[in-house]
């Protein structure tokens, strides 16, 4: 069985179970320590990962770190329909890869000010809410235009990507780094599209959306 | 080419149109259209004020304060389910049109208060644009410029810049109406109608384009820019147009905050926006303290065999108030008669009141004006709904039981748990297919709706009992019909085991024998008053003989409006209202009917 070594709070394991859950694929949680204990930075964690940070997943053996890499490993392996990560599409993969690249700064902006606020981390808060509204800004402008133009999803694909698990958490739990979505409606709408998909499991500070549909 | 100047005009269009200076009275435009999809709650804020937008079913845009009145969590983050809007916090939900709060899960058997109401701002939808203010006097600017067109929302830009200076830069956006070059050659007419409203018209040769651009004022610091141009029906290049002006508006916001940033680093005095806050209305004062309201009979059809059913519309502006399911209303008809009848609305449902009024066999004028006399377009009073046979919405299973018009709150109820999709059956006995009141409401609720029709009372009670079953934890029973059927049903539910509390009733009408025989004291103790109930007069009319005001409505031990704590003495009954283990606690009674064992009784008055 895989092995997530997790933490309850953390936005980058959030991303891994919520692609295992959409996937179905069955795993364990392995529960890290990461506040107040910091037992990522044990000797003992060391052994695992030797950055000493989390997520890691050990997929019988085969052990792999960072949340984004996690993704295309559980993506290419695990969805056999390949449009998660579309290996098939070279146009759509270069896509999906930009966009994991642009989720790289939002989770070292809009996540970085959250654990600054919420658990004390050392990072410049002033500094990362800029970064992240300069980057939100962008990405809203984007949404905007690709529900203009019929798209729902951050590639031009019908499917969803695994550029948009990479992003979600770090956009809707901005706000627990001081950072208001209030400006970015096209970025909230795409949030609440995301909740709605099969699979889609909540973390504390992501509620589930309403139904979309007559019930 | 030369490049024109644009001009600024103060236009002498309609007295509405002028320039207004007290942003508390003007219009603004809080969001597009198409930021309310389907069940989408839309996050915004206006003059300070954050405001959560959010479309019903049915349409109606509702803008409210956008904070729980509970804990105050953001209801932006809520749940829109169509008909409520749910907080994510402790589920308290909040009715669509009034604010007003339907349901607090934590208390599940209790009516919420009826001043828990968020506080509501206008929502008027135009051209595309969602309007609202914070009291804002006439109507939104009408834009004729684009009769004939249809309407384009350009993206909306937030500025980090008071509307001040965002007014100074809208004024000289530039643009071209062949959607390509940057202004250039184009000459601009600008037209400046309110104080955050500029229309502007771009002609070069043979071709022209209008749009109009607002400033809406988020804060002392930021300002969200939108705008709406006209583009030929069914246009081609929609997506040109967008973008280039997105390009265009994107250009003159970098302008904007970078001009705003300077002149703030020189001085810190702009134009500061007036603090709403003052403007907001105590929340305590709001609509559930308004007692009784006209409406209008807006139609009136035989929904049955001897019933009609009646919608009410409020007058004018009106909004009529919330209600829960199982509420009714007092009916004061123009011949002096008034009667009670249950609310048979929908969730969320506040455009109109529903009512169905069964002619009586034996009617001293009531149902019979409303059959033979009342019309449709007359205006009548009402009284604000009443909440004294509430619902739960935490139960496992909800059986609810009806005997003929009996069926009316139960129908509300009904439509509520058929919305969240809770387990539940609606049993309907009736004589036939004809005598079902609303057929429309009985269809929406699919197979959860069994109706069953011509059965012997033996055979009634014997489908009772079978629909009933053993009880399970968080099963609830909801009965309404005749009395004799009411009584059965109880019985029955006993019988199976069924708690008392788990057994929601209503009487149309108490017909047990009452006496005004006895005389007592009452001693108030909230007032430190102490009064003498002589006999044949009720608490209630000494109380009100003493200046003190209690609501009442059927005035015969039925409806349960004008209920009291009792902390001390025994209380005499007498009433339907009340369930056997409640009277046996006699810790309440109906002022109305219910009288004392003891010498004296206290009351939490």
């Known amino acids: 069985m895989i092995k997530l070594y997790d933490f309850e709070l953390s936005v980058n394991c959030y991303k891994c179970r919520l692609l295992m859950s959409i996937l179905n694929v069955d795993y364990e949680i392995v529960p890290v320590d990461f506040y107040p204990g910091f037992k990522h930075k044990s000797d003992e964690f060391k052994k695992i990962n030797p950055l000493n940070h989390i997520p890691v997943l050990d997929d019988g053996g085969y052990v792999i770190r960072d949340a984004h890499a996690i993704l295309v490993y559980l993506a290419t392996k695990y969805d056999s329909t390949k449009r998660w990560y579309p290996i098939e599409n070279p146009e759509l993969l270069g896509e999906t890869a930009s966009w994991m690249l642009f989720a790289e700064g939002t989770t070292n902006t809009a996540s970085a000010a959250r654990l600054n606020v919420n658990l004390g981390y050392d990072f410049d808060l002033e500094k990362v809410q800029e970064g992240a509204h300069k980057l939100f800004r962008f990405f809203d402008e984007h949404m905007w235009f690709r529900n203009r133009s019929g798209g729902k999803w951050v590639c031009d694909s019908e499917h969803p990507t695994i550029a948009d698990i990479a992003l979600f958490p770090d956009v809707v739990l901005a706000e627990e780094g001081g950072i208001s979505l209030i400006d970015y409606p096209a970025l909230r709408l795409w949030a609440e599209r995301m909740k709605r998909l099969p699979g889609f499991i909540v973390m504390g500070g992501i509620f589930p959306a309403s139904a979309d549909r007559i019930n | 080419m030369a490049l024109s100047q644009p001009t600024e005009n103060i236009c002498s269009m309609t007295t509405q149109e002028l320039t207004q200076n007290d942003p508390i009275s003007n219009w603004y435009p809080v969001a597009n259209a198409d930021d309310l999809p389907f069940r989408h709650t839309f996050h915004g804020k206006l003059l300070g004020q954050e405001i959560v937008i959010w479309r019903a079913d049915d349409g109606n845009v509702n803008i409210w304060v956008n904070r729980c ?97 965002v007014n100074e830069h809208l004024s000289k956006y530039m643009f071209h109406p062949d959607n390509q070059t940057d202004g250039e050659g184009s000459s601009l007419v600008t037209t400046k109608a309110y104080d955050n409203y500029f229309q502007i018209t771009a002609t070069v040769a043979n071709s022209t384009s209008t749009l109009a651009l607002f400033a809406q004022p988020v804060d002392e610091q930021s300002t969200i820019i939108r705008g709406v141009i006209g583009v030929p029906h069914n246009s081609q290049n929609v997506l040109t147009v967008l973008r280039y002006h997105n390009n265009l ?67 004018g502006n009106q909004q009529l108030p919330t209600f829960l399911p199982g509420a009714h209303i007092d009916v004061f008809l123009p011949n002096g008669i008034t009667r009670q009848y249950s609310l048979t609305n929908g969730p969320g449902e506040l455009d109109k009141y529903r009512i169905g009024v069964k002619l009586e066999q034996v009617s001293s004028g009531g149902s019979k004006y409303i059959h033979e006399t009342l019309s449709e377009g007359s205006i009548i009073e009402i009284s604000t709904p009443r909440n004294n046979f509430p619902l739960r919405r935490d139960s496992t299973r909800t059986v609810l039981i009806a005997g003929g018009i009996g069926a009316t709150p139960l129908l509300a109820m009904a439509q509520v748990l058929e ?45 009772v009992r079978e629909s009933l079953g053993e009880h399970n934890s968080s099963e609830n029973l909801y009965v309404c019909g005749p009395g004799p059927m009411l009584e059965a049903t109880r019985n029955i539910a006993a019988d199976l085991g069924w708690p008392d509390e788990s057994i929601h009733f209503e009487y149309f009408k108490n017909s047990k024998i009452v006496s005004f025989e006895s005389s007592f004291e009452i001693e108030l103790a909230r007032s430190a008053l102490t009064l003498n109930v002589p006999a044949g007069k009720t608490v209630l009319q000494i109380l009100r003989d003493n200046g003190i005001a209690m609501p009442s409505s059927c005035e015969q031990g039925a409806c349960g409006t004008c209920i009291v704590k009792v902390l001390a003495g025994q209380p005499d009954h007498q009433d339907v209202y009340l369930n056997d283990s409640e009277k046996k606690r006699g810790d309440k009674m109906l002022t109305c009917i219910s009288r004392a064992l003891s010498n004296k009784i206290t009351l939490d008055i």
């Open chain 2, 69 to 165: 009145l509970h804990r105050g969590v953001r209801l932006s983050r809520g749940l829109n389910n169509g008909a409520e809007l749910q907080c994510q916090y402790h589920g308290w939900r909040y009715a669509n049109r009034t604010g007003g709060c339907t349901y607090i899960p934590a208390h599940p058997v209790d009516s919420p208060a009826q001043h828990l109401s968020c506080k509501t701002f206008p929502a008027i939808q135009s051209h595309g644009i969602i309007w609202s203010g914070i009291s804002p006097e006439g109507v939104p600017p009408k834009l004729s410029f684009l009769d004939g067109l249809t309407p384009l929302n350009l993206r909306s830009l937030p500025a980090k810049a008071p509307a001040d200076s």
């Open chain 2, 419 to 463: 919305k969240q999709k809770l387990n539940y059956e609606l049993h309907y006995f009736a004589q036939s297919d004809e005598h079902l009141a609303f057929p429309e409401i009985l269809n929406s609720l699919g197979n959860n709706c069994i109706r069953h029709f011509g059965l012997s009372v033996e055979e009634t009670l014997a489908k």
């Open chain 2, 249 to 315: 508006m994107c250009k003159l916001r970098d302008v904007i905050e970078a001009d705003f940033e300077l002149k703030s680093k020189i001085s810190n005095t702009f134009a500061a926006v007036s603090n709403p806050r003052s403007a907001t209305r105590n929340i305590a004062n709001n609509s559930g303290s308004v007692s009784f309201l006209k409406v209008r009979v807006a139609r009136k059809w035989s929904t049955a065999k001897d019933v009609v059913g009646l919608e009410l519309l409020p007058i």
